[in-house]
């Protein structure tokens, strides 16, 4: 009796373990091919990155952001991601993660503030895909916020935003 329970138990987690890996790594929309946006809106609070052609959503996408969301970035090293109006101004070829769109912070308003403190405001802030070689955690990588200040997404997200995105595309980071 004790083996045929331990027998299902197996089985009832390796299922769960199948559910949980689909989950991670099905993607429930698309965005229409040849779709241009002309505007991002990431709001930290609800962990959302809206893509925009005018006032039309193209398409919605949760993400991770920086170890300690709450808060405009201060200075580098703080974990925030920034708040205010930027813009994609390149894309980093030579990325630890699975591609990536470089945001152009900091700006004047946060230099200013930076050095007033004596700090250095940071840089760096991209939207990426996962770490290199942890594609296999899909989705699950947004259960905890993880990044140095970043927006991360899924590995199919990245690419599907970096061929709707080009550079100069605004975009405005809430809290």
């Keep these: 009796m004790k083996t045929k329970t331990v027998r299902i138990l197996i089985i009832v987690v390796l299922l769960a373990l199948i559910g949980l890996f689909w989950w991670a790594h ?9 779709a241009t946006a002309d505007s991002i809106l990431v709001e930290k609070a609800a962990r959302t990155l ?13 993400v991770a952001l920086g170890r300690n969301p709450v808060g405009d970035k201060e200075r580098e090293g703080d974990k925030k991601t920034p708040e205010g109006i930027f813009a994609i101004d390149k894309r980093k070829l030579d990325s630890s993660f699975h591609l990536a769109l470089h945001v152009s912070y900091p700006d004047d308003t946060h230099t200013a503030k930076a050095r007033a403190k004596g700090v250095s405001p940071g840089g760096d802030i991209m939207i990426h895909g996962i770490r290199n070689g942890l594609s296999w955690m899909g989705k699950m990588h947004r ?11 899924t590995d199919w997200e990245i690419e599907e935003i970096a061929k709707a995105v080009p550079d100069g595309t605004r975009i405005e980071i809430r809290p």
């Design 26 to 34: 099905h993607s429930s929309s698309q965005l229409a091919s040849g």
């Design 50 to 62: 809206t893509l925009y052609q005018g006032t039309n959503v193209l398409q919605q996408y949760c």
């Design 143 to 153: 259960w905890v916020d993880w990044t140095a200040g970043c927006i991360a997404v």
